[in-house]
């Protein structure tokens, strides 16, 4: 069983330490190369990695667009070429055309220049068994497997058990007066939840949290955390095909369509990584941007509209899911004035179409709850519209009854020294530390 294919897998080529794009007039990739020229030309393009991703996202996205257009030529750690598609109509093109531009990782034309050893790779998997690589009608069949397991999540459900362990995740700092919400709450939140509706036994859940948040670090201790992942998968599916129940798991196993269970276990793979660190960085980002944004500052717990409209403003302006790898080119074609080679990769620049100008034209202006945005992805490969659900229900569930829990909570350092994680894939904090009156446990 491979390693399920994430952004989160990115973070470790980070540390590449390659030089980012300089500002414009110092040279180097400040000067756009002719329309059409291809990735694989070298020196104008833009490298994906560096310290602003981290520190000013949306100025760098803005500053290559300027000078490269809504298609850029990038390379990756290693000078491997690709594109970044910025322009937001741009990615609604290549997302919506998966006969031109193909989810089949397959196709890649730098095949033969990847090393084994090549940090990418647990994110631009080849061959792999999952749905993330499936194309076609196979992919219909095992995007709708996967939606009707999901869809049969009871909302009401759902939401008890969101709030049940939020409670429990509360309590164990309630009392202290500080802490970091991201270490000690938005990271161990979504995978609890998601591994009580897939089937998992509650005793389970800690163990889980441990391996999945592990193999997304991407360091030392992933491969083990993966293991873990893969292994606690096999004795669910195997405990599921013997006493069915009514869980996700087992609604996947009795699909008629003829999936294994090896597919099954790939498939809820990728669904508990997917689902489990961008909701996390939701519910950190969002509440970020409520403690520090005076759009919102001042209304925190004046009830839960300003909730939901934090959360849709992040999915705007600080969406977990930066970047994603990605589509392939299936022939020679044209994109925003670029000329794409067959074999191409295309990598989808979500954050940066969702600040597009030609979209946005005051990007300071709240959305007032518009939802055309990115950060679910679109076309056929998008994320299915019942673990988008799932998502909204645990992270807003899960900044509400935080909320109730600690009703004066603030940040305890200044907002300028909160610092992102440093990655071009994934958007959330390394830790958000914050100060409340100290309250007394719920208890069971």
């Known amino acids: 069983m ?17 030089s980012d794009i300089p500002e414009a007039g110092t040279g180097g990739t400040a000067s756009a190369p002719p329309p059409g020229c291809p990735a694989h030309a070298g020196t104008a393009s833009v490298p994906l990695s560096g310290p602003r991703f ?13 000078d490269h257009g809504a298609v850029a030529p990038v390379v990756l750690d290693g000078d491997i070429p690709a594109w970044l598609v910025l322009g937001y109509r741009e990615l609604h093109q290549v997302t919506g055309d998966p006969g031109l531009f193909s989810r089949d990782s397959d196709l890649w034309n730098q095949w033969d220049a990847i090393p084994a050893d090549w940090p990418l790779r647990p994110m631009i998997g080849r061959k792999q068994p999952s749905i993330l690589y499936t194309v076609g009608a196979r992919h219909r069949e095992r995007a709708a497997m996967i939606s009707d397991a999901l869809e049969a999540v009871d909302p009401f459900t759902l939401r008890r058990h969101a709030e049940q362990f939020a409670d429990e995740l509360i309590d164990g700092f309630c009392t202290e007066g500080r802490t970091d919400i991201i270490g000690r709450y938005a990271m161990l939140l979504p995978v609890r939840v998601l591994a009580k509706i897939y089937g998992f036994p509650d005793e389970q859940g800690p163990g889980l949290v441990t391996a999945l948040n592990d193999m997304i670090d991407g360091r030392e201790r992933a491969l083990e955390g993966q293991r873990h992942l893969a292994a606690s998968m096999r004795e669910l599916l195997a405990a599921k095909g013997t006493e069915p129940g009514q869980d996700a798991a ?10 294994t269970v090896e597919e099954v276990a790939e498939d809820m ?8 660190q961008p909701t996390a960085d939701w519910i950190g980002n969002s509440l970020r941007l409520m403690l520090t944004d005076d759009r ?5 717990s004046g009830g839960r509209h300003s909730v939901a409209e934090a959360m849709n403003e992040v999915l705007w302006e600080d969406t977990p899911t930066q970047n994603v790898a990605g589509r392939w080119a299936t022939r ?3 994109l925003g004035n670029r000329r794409i080679q067959a074999g191409d990769m295309l990598l989808l620049g979500l954050a940066a179409a969702n600040y597009d100008p030609q979209i946005r034209t005051d990007g300071s202006a709240l959305t007032g709850g518009n939802n055309a945005f990115f ?15 799932i998502a909204e229900v645990v992270a807003r569930t899960g900044i509400e009854v935080l909320l109730d829990r600690l009703p004066d909570i603030d940040l ?31 208890g069971a």
């Open 54 to 66: 981290q520190t000013e996202p949306t100025r760098l996205y803005r500053e290559i667009r300027r």
């Open 269 to 276: 793979m990728v669904m508990m990584a997917a689902g489990h």
């Open 250 to 259: 087992s609604l996947m196993l009795a699909n008629t369509a003829g999936f």
């Open 332 to 334: 020679d074609t044209r």
């Open 375 to 389: 950060s679910f992805g679109h076309g056929e490969h998008r994320c299915p519209f019942p673990a988008q659900e």
């Open 296 to 300: 919102f500052a001042a209304s925190l």
């Open 412 to 442: 305890a350092v200044p907002a300028g020294t909160l610092t992102p994680r440093p990655s071009p894939w994934l958007r959330g904090l390394t830790e958000l530390p914050v100060a409340f009156t100290p309250t007394p446990v719920l």
């Open 2 to 18: 491979t390693t399920p294919s994430t952004p989160a897998a990115a973070d470790a080529a980070d540390a590449s330490g390659a």
